[in-house]
């Protein structure tokens, strides 16, 4: 009897052991998944959000596998991680894969062949957890993304294994990518024309001495282009506002179709619109402003009620071809855009429908010219 006694003691002891081994790890487990939980509340924006996903993650979770898959049907998920310069990882870090997200929590055994799509075409994880990112807005179908968690421990996520903390991890990154979402269309708004869609003055003003201090590190030309449609106050006066919209909206769809992705094309206010260029010389800039004016001068804008119009503009154009050592990214912009405006003044006073070009000694910009 003593003996019994002693033995269901000892196995009292053990259990008990490795229940307090169990409460201080999910203690230690609660601590880390609180310490993310802040970090992506306090994220200043999407790329933050995505990289404490799948990078910092993996590394405090001691996990095989982490996957943050997203649907990005828009393209503004893209988008903002292009900007961060962040690129897409198969199965870690994916947009729009080609796989339909769970619309339900799983957690159990790993099935390479009904698992392994999710995982980048993995096949050496044991067991598996998948969370969806639940959208918070009504109406919208489908989730946002599902996170991937994967261990080669059989029972990390076993069958029954708990999963509070996951899906409370995976409910507070649904809510943060989409604040993130919301704040990125939020300024968006604030610096995009209403009626162009292309950027505003206070867009160009805040990447002008970006684009001035990207071109001095690389030490690569920086053009800057303005752009003026000809006699525009006429075309108010004798065809009305409404026309007057029409042309300016023309004009922009023109001049978008003949800049490339990563030039900066804004409208800078009335019928004015400027162009940043990057890693372009003198000649081959005004080889762009040619063909810009020639998409606007030979072809008459279309208007609703049937009739044609004649539109033409003109435009200034300056260049940085080299940087001093000693230019401040602030001022070299200020410059450059005043020298292409002062060359804009010369192509209207000089007969509009044409382009100039900032002379050399402009004594604005030393080294500008074309």
Known sequence: MAQDLELENQRLRNQLRN??????????????FHALELKLVAASG?????????????????LEH???????????IGAELARAGIAEVPGQLELNPPVRLPGGVYAGPFDADRHGRYC???????????????????????????????????????????TYFLERLAAITAVCIE?????????DLGLTDALTGLRNRRYFDEQLPLECQRAMREQVPLSCLFVDIDRFKSINDVYGHPVG????????????????????????????????????????????AERVRLAVADDPVRLEDGPELEVS?????????????????????????????LALLEAKQ????????????????????G
Request: proline share 3%.
């Open 19 to 32: 229940l307090l081994r169990e409460a201080r790890e999910n203690e230690r487990k609660q601590d880390r």
């Open 46 to 62: 999407l790329a933050e959000i995505v990289t404490l996903i799948s990078r910092a993650l993996p590394r405090t979770s001691r």
């Open 66 to 76: 982490v996957g943050l898959l997203l649907t990005d049907i828009s393209g503004e």
């Open 120 to 162: 980048g075409g993995r096949r050496d994880l044991a067991s598996l957890a998948m969370l969806p990112l639940r959208r918070g807005s009504e109406g919208q179908s489908g989730p946002l993304g599902v996170l991937v968690f994967g261990s080669r421990d059989p029972a990390r996520y076993g069958m029954g294994v708990d």
């Open 179 to 187: 604040n993130a979402l919301n704040l990125s269309r939020l300024r």
């Open 245 to 288: 919209d029409q042309v300016i909206r023309d004009v922009a769809q023109r001049l978008s179709r003949h800049v490339r992705p990563f030039d900066l094309l804004a409208r800078y206010g009335g019928e004015e619109f400027v162009i940043l260029l990057g890693r372009l010389d003198g000649s081959a800039t005004r080889e762009v």
């Open 313 to 341: 503009i003109s435009l200034g154009a300056a260049v940085c071809a080299r940087w001093g050592e000693n230019d401040k990214h602030t001022d070299a912009g200020r410059r450059l855009v005043e020298a292409a405006d």
């Open 350 to 369: 000089s007969g509009r429908n044409r382009v100039v070009m900032a002379a050399p000694r402009s004594g604005l910009f030393g080294r500008l010219g």
